[in-house]
T-cell receptor, first 115, second 113 residues
Framework: KAGVTQTPRYLIKTRGQQVTLSCSPI?????VSWYQQTPGQGLQFLFE???????NKGNFPGRFSGRQFSNSRSEMNVSTLELGDSALYLC??????????????FGSGTRLTVV | DAKTTQPNSMESNEEEPVHLPCNHS???????IHWYRQLPSQGPEYVIH???SNVNNRMASLAIAEDRKSSTLILHRATLRDAAVYYC??????????????FGSGTRLLVRP
């Protein structure tokens, strides 16, 4: 079966711009989470969506936002980009919110570079 | 969330067993122990999880100490493809805000041919 698909794979943006990243979960998975990975901070939780509602949010500024559609696809948006937003953004999907059935399945990520 | 402690790196020879340790002395009674790994240029990959009893699946085995203050991920025969960063994570899924993974720095496993 198809895995978690993230688009685009690579992105270069200028400071001050905004960006939208997309995530298509595994078919049937209703829980989608987003993570940011940087060399300095490692993997950090951004937010979690389930049934089109944000259920959980990490410690990121309000410039980071997201949404989930009725087909479970999710997007995250970062406005007013800063150099420090350069990172690998990972999306994970799961059958259940707990991830206890078969764990969370991650996509390969979107590499965002802010210049 | 309870904290885990893992060695920064470990080395193994190909086709030998690997034991990756994780200490979690502050684990609570409802914390599940999860293991994920991240291969180069990929997102993390679920490996295994357990609560109290040892667990086996096609990828690995998880041995949990009787007092649950430590656990060990066992790869029975390491291959070059197992070279990755391995993360040990505790989650209390009875707490609504814990529907997330908190990654530490993990253990980087190097596999020698």
């Amino acid at each position: 079966k198809a895995g978690v698909t993230q688009t685009p794979r690579y992105l270069i943006k200028t400071r001050g711009q905004q960006v939208t990243l997309s995530c298509s979960p595994i078919s049937g998975h209703r829980s989608v989470s987003w993570y940011q990975q940087t060399p300095g901070q490692g993997l950090q939780f951004l937010f979690e969506y389930f049934s089109e509602t944000q259920r959980n949010k990490g410690n990121f500024p309000g410039r980071f936002s997201g949404r989930q559609f009725s087909n479970s696809r999710s997007e995250m948006n970062v406005s007013t980009l800063e150099l420090g937003d350069s990172a690998l953004y990972l999306c994970a999907s799961s059958l259940s919110r707990t991830g206890l059935l078969h764990g969370y399945t991650f996509g390969s990520g979107t590499r965002l570079t802010v210049v | 969330d309870a904290k885990t402690t893992q060695p920064n790196s470990m080395e193994s020879n190909e086709e030998e067993p690997v034991h990756l340790p994780c200490n979690h002395s502050t684990i609570s009674g409802t914390d599940y122990i999860h293991w994920y790994r991240q291969l180069p240029s990929q997102g993390p990959e679920y490996v295994i999880h357990g609560l109290t009893s040892n667990v086996n699946n096609r990828m690995a085995s998880l041995a949990i100490a009787e007092d649950r203050k430590s656990s060990t991920l066992i790869l029975h025969r390491a291959t070059l493809r197992d070279a990755a960063v391995y993360y040990c994570i505790l989650r209390d899924v009875k707490v609504d805000s814990s529907y997330k993974l908190i990654f530490g720095s993990g253990t980087r496993l190097l596999v020698r041919p």
